[in-house]
């Protein structure tokens, strides 16, 4: 990232004045409210039975439908993000005001799709297949932390605030 990229983000408003009426009227942004939670809690239980089978060697299949169902919410609200990225920003993917999270994201998608491949071709051992999961949920973590981070930023930047930043730019 470049000094001026990195200094920009700081000093600008995550939105544009335009860009929080339309994430505000988006049906797109309850969707994300919704999704999001529910999988983290998709994640949370997938991990307990993936560490289980990891540990005792019990219900793989368990442990497999989990990891399976959370890669379907992985996609769904990947789908369902670029779209809402496009009613609020104007592109699918990477606006600038989540470049990263986005840039980072493609890497949660290919573990997880990693996943589904080894599952699909049996070509690692369950052991090997729900250690790419763990790789896969470790990376999730990571981004659902960046995502966190950032709407806790756009969340402090009050409409006053908002406003004389703006009138700044």
């Known amino acids: 990232m470049s000094a001026d990229r990195s200094v920009k983000s700081r000093s600008q408003p995550l939105y544009t004045a335009e860009q929080r009426i339309r994430r ?25 039975l993936v560490v289980h089978f990891l540990l005792t060697g019990n219900s793989q299949d368990l442990a497999t439908v989990s990891v399976v169902v959370k890669t379907l919410f992985l996609y769904t609200i990947m789908i369902t ?5 496009k009613v ?45 999961a763990l790789a896969a949920y470790a990376a999730y973590v990571i981004n659902a932390t960046q995502f966190v981070l950032k709407l806790r930023a756009a969340r402090l930047q009050t409409p006053q605030g908002f406003a004389s930043a703006e009138a700044a730019s």
């Open 81 to 85: 993000g670029a779209i809402w990225e």
């Open 24 to 48: 505000d009227s988006s049906k797109w942004t309850l969707v994300q409210g919704v999704l999001a939670p529910l999988q983290f809690l998709a994640f949370f239980v997938s991990l307990i």
């Open 88 to 132: 609020v920003f104007g592109r699918y993917l990477f606006a600038e005001a989540f470049f990263w999270e986005d840039a980072f994201s493609m890497l949660v998608i290919a573990l997880h799709t990693a996943y589904l491949a080894a599952l699909l071709t049996d070509t690692f051992s369950a052991r090997g297949q729900m250690a790419i």
